[in-house]
């Protein structure tokens, strides 16, 4: 079964770009969550979306928007770039909306790099 | 402010040595304890705990959360070079599905 997928692998934008990252949930789950992991630093709750619609949204500038698809793939956009924003972004999938016994599965994530 | 932290930070390891990775939060409406090995990118699923006082094993690894004294504890005996990597304890509070990580222990295991 193929798990998490994630694209691009990696990308380089400068600063006041914007950016579209793409994540295809494990086959099955509908629920996707977007998080940001600095270099050093554990991973930060960005978006979560189950069935299509908003769950949870993290302490992120509006900058930062997401939506999900009626297959259940998602994609996080990120407005006006800036340095701070370089990071890892993962995207997790997890079959409920977000129940005490629903695992949240990570893809390999898209490291960005903003110059 | 809902908070995870992982003690220690960092730790540098021989092969065979056991070694214990510390988890502690406090997170409003606790709902499971979930820890992940991170090697690269993706972090991978190791144990989800929700009950106290019942160890999860799976080979050499096993953790185990004490719900009243809020922490979480993840073992790793006879380690190997292969045990190398970033260990993240993650929360879920909130009826969303948000995790609250915490900073991660990175493991260094050498020959």
């Known amino acids: 079964d193929a798990g998490v997928t994630q694209s691009p692998t990696h990308l380089i934008k400068t600063r006041g770009q914007h950016v579209t990252l793409r994540c295809s949930p494990i086959?099955?789950?509908?629920?996707v969550s977007w998080y940001q992991q600095v270099l050093g630093q554990g991973p930060q709750f960005i978006f979560q979306y189950y069935e299509k619609e908003e769950r949870g949204r993290g302490n992120f500038p509006d900058r930062f928007s997401a939506r999900q698809f009626p297959n259940y793939s998602s994609e996080l956009n990120v407005n006006a770039l800036l340095l701070g924003d370089s990071a890892l972004y993962l995207c997790a999938s997890s079959s409920g909306a977000g129940g005490a016994l629903d695992t949240q599965y990570f893809g390999p994530g898209t490291r960005l790099t903003v110059l | 402010e809902d908070k995870v932290v992982q003690s220690p930070l960092s730790l540098v390891v021989h092969e065979g040595d056991t070694v214990t990775l510390n988890c502690s939060y406090e997170?409003?409406?606790?709902?499971?304890l979930l820890w992940y090995k991170q090697e690269k990118k993706a972090p991978t699923f190791l144990f989800m705990l929700?009950?106290?006082?019942i160890e999860k094993k799976s080979g050499r690894l096993s953790s185990i959360l004490d719900k009243k004294e809020l922490f979480s504890i993840l073992n790793i005996t006879a380690t190997q070079t292969g045990d190398s990597a970033i260990y993240l304890c993650a929360v879920l509070g909130s009826n969303t599905g948000k995790l609250i990580f915490g900073q991660g222990t990175t493991l260094q295991v050498k020959p």
């Open positions: 086959s099955g789950h509908k629920s």
């Open positions: 997170v409003t409406n606790f709902r499971s």
């Open positions: 929700t009950s106290s006082g």
